[in-house]
Every structure is written in C-alpha cells, then in structure tokens.
C-alpha cells in the first residue's frame, strides 16, 4: 500500500514547491520589471525643431531625449544624437527634452547644430513623470505610445539605433 | 521471482533516501526562489537615520523614511557661498532640508537638485516659503564662490537654496557632525564619494525624515507641508 502512494506524494510535494518557487519569482520579477506604461505628454513649451506631439510620432516606435546645456555626458553624446536623428534610421523619430536647464541651452543647440524637436521641461514635470533618473536620459517608445526602455547615460548612433529597433 | 524481489529493508531505505535528496533539493530551489525574489523586489539598499537610528516608512504620515522618534539636528553654522553666514538655528519655525553635495557631481548631485526643484515648483508659494533647503558642500576645492553660483545657476536654484561651503577643516567636522562620509579617490580625485541623503527637519529643529538620493519630487512636497507644522 505504502509502496503506491509514495510516488504520487512525491509528485505532489514537487508539484507544490515547485508552484511556490515559481510564484515568489513571479513576485520577485512583478516587482522587479518596469511595466510598460503610456507615456506622458512632451512639455507644452517649445523650443526649436518641428512642434511634434505624441499623437502625430504615433505609429513608429520613437526616443525621447532628455538633456541640460551644463551637463557633460549630453555634450558628449549630441553630435551622436544629431547623425542618428538625420539618418534614414532615426529621421522624424527623435525628439528631445531640455531638463530642468539654467544654461545656455541656445548656445548649445548652435555649437551642435541640432535641427530635432526641442521642448522646454522648467519644472522638471515631465521628467519626473518619464521616471528619469540622471542626465543624459533616454527612453524609448513602442509605436503605441508606450514606454519600453529607459537608458541613462550618453548614447551613440548604435545604441539609438539598437534602442530603437527593440522598441518596434 | 527471487531475481525480481528486492528485500524490504532495502527498498525502504534507498526510497527514504531518494526522498530525503529531493526534499533537500526541492528545499534549496525554494530558499534560491525566496532570496532572488527579495533581491529583485528590493528596489534600495535600507538609509539610516542621522545617528544610525532605525528608520521606516509610512511613520507619522511622512513619505520619506521617518526616525523612530525625531532627534534634535546637529548644529550647522558655516559661510555660504556669498561669504553670508549661515545657522542652521536660524530657521527654527521652517521646515529644513539639509543635504551635502558638491557642483563637479557628475551624476547623483545635480539630479538630486533637479527633484528639489521639481518639489518646489509642485508646492504653493506659501509652502515654498515655509521651507529652506540647504546644500552643504563636500568637496572644499572645487566649490568655490563661482563653481557654487554657476551650478545655481544651471539648476534654476539660485536664491531658492544655500550652500555653504568653507575650508576642509570647517567642512570636515560639520561632516564629522552630521556623520557624512566624504572623500576622493586617488585614481579619481576629481569624484567625491560622499554620502547622498537630505535630511529633513521640522519647525522645531529635529531631523524627522531622512531621503535617499532617489526621492521622488512628490515625497519631498507631502513631507514639507508636515516639517513646517510638526
């Protein structure tokens, strides 16, 4: 008798545990993972490029750069994030966000000749609301609208075109 | 049917075995389970409080990791950066936040600046004006009265927080004071590694609340509104 039901008890202590792993790494990952999220609206000021919104960038996957004139890494990535954003890759699919920036975000623009979208984020509102945690700052949106990926620090042309191609 | 036929004892002891070995196994994907779950769940390794008390959340309605009981602040007294001195005592009846930075920060500081600017953009005037936030520097040579004014400057905070900055012994025992750890490595002497909390302060002068470098704006913005009415 106790031969045949030692088996099934076995199956059912595996069954069991293996049920309860699962569901703490579940958890553990839940809790772990950024969940793709609509992504909040560009700053209502504008200050150079092409005035996009969100609804118009809808349908293809897009970045969304975050940056301040003082900040060393966005220097050092801009001409990076300029060639990408006039690559047949990158064309229309790049905008930028000057964060929270006392500088001299015009002198900037000249120096790095940038011809992308620029929005004004004063208060840090968007910011705050895209989750950035450092500059430079990138996300990357699904077509839907939805973010897929946030990268902190400086990007170049292959890392944009990577982030991009993940987010389609 | 000899061949066949196993002793008891035998089979009774190699199953017990068997099943002691997948018990232990099945025990250790589990504890695996437990302790991997807990590593991704936790999203910050624990802050302590400004004398190394236990701190925790959701304590007297405060978003940041309240102290157990709010502790009286050390004391504070240096020049700013205008070469005004500054006393900590001097804005009893405010909420405070004190934090130690340096303007060369490559990373941490400035974004830490970014959010306080954001909390004070997301209060009202009234609030804005109930609460001071102070940046005491870590770094005595490079924050000079001009790397100070321009990282003001570039942060949109000029004339809405001090900071103090002084000489390395002045610095030092207000560091030693406030339990800051601050120093450079030889490899890298321009990068300070210091510690990267705010502590909040009531009315009244004690630390309360203490902020890891990732506060949200939000947090900071609850939490003053308490500070200056505790």
Redesign the interface.
């Known amino acids: 008798m106790s031969?045949r039901g030692?088996p099934s008890n076995?199956r059912a202590?595996?069954l069991a545990?293996?049920a309860?792993?699962?569901g703490?790494?579940a958890?553990?990952?839940l809790?772990?993972a950024p969940a793709r999220s609509a992504a909040p609206p560009l700053p209502a000021t504008h200050l150079a490029g092409a005035k996009v919104s969100l609804g118009r960038l809808r349908g293809q996957p897009f970045v969304v750069v975050f940056w301040?004139?003082?900040?060393?890494?966005c220097q050092h990535e801009a001409a990076a994030v300029e060639r990408f954003a006039s690559s047949a890759a990158g064309r229309g699919r790049v905008v930028t966000i000057d964060?929270?920036?006392?500088?001299d975000w015009r002198a900037f623009l000249r120096r790095y000749r940038w011809q992308l979208p620029v929005f004004r984020d004063?208060?840090?509102?968007t910011?705050?609301a895209y989750g950035i945690?450092?500059?430079p700052a990138t996300v990357f949106l699904s077509s839907s609208g939805k973010i897929v990926a946030r990268s902190s620090g400086t990007q170049t042309v292959a890392t944009l075109s990577r982030g991009l191609a993940a987010a389609a | 049917m000899a061949e066949h036929t196993e002793p008891a004892s035998q089979t009774s002891g190699r199953g017990l075995a068997l099943r002691r070995g997948e018990i232990a196994g099945l025990l250790i994907v589990l504890i695996a389970a437990a302790a991997i779950s807990y590593a991704l769940a936790s999203s910050s390794s624990p802050a302590k409080g400004i004398y190394g008390s236990a701190i925790a959340t959701h304590v007297r309605g405060y978003e940041g990791l309240a102290e157990a009981k709010a502790v009286p602040a050390p004391s504070l007294k240096l020049d700013n950066y205008l070469g005004r001195p500054v006393n900590l005592r001097s804005f009893r009846g405010k909420a405070v936040l004190v934090t130690f930075i340096y303007t060369h920060c490559p990373d941490t500081c400035p974004l830490m600046v970014s959010h306080l600017h954001t909390a004070l953009a997301l209060m009202t005037p009234s609030e804005r004006a109930a609460l001071q936030i102070i940046a005491v520097s870590v770094d005595p040579r490079g924050d000079t009265p001009k790397t100070v004014a321009a990282f003001l400057h570039n942060h949109l905070m000029t004339g809405r927080m001090q900071f103090l900055i002084g000489s390395r012994a002045q610095l030092q025992s207000t560091w030693s004071t406030w339990g800051i750890s601050a120093g450079s490595q030889s490899a890298t002497p321009d990068v300070v590694e210091h510690t990267a909390l705010i502590y909040g302060i009531t009315d009244k002068g004690k630390v309360a609340v203490v902020y890891p470098s990732n506060f949200t704006p939000g947090e900071i913005a609850h939490d003053a509104r308490l500070l200056a009415a505790a």
């Not at chain 1, 301040?68 to 890494?73: I, Q, R, T, V």
């Not at chain 1, 964060?99 to 500088?103: A, H, P």
């Open positions: 031969s030692q076995r202590l595996r545990v293996g309860v792993a699962l703490l790494l958890y553990g990952l809790h772990h301040a004139s003082w900040c060393l890494g964060y929270q920036d006392g500088g004063y208060n840090g509102f910011g705050d945690t450092g500059l």
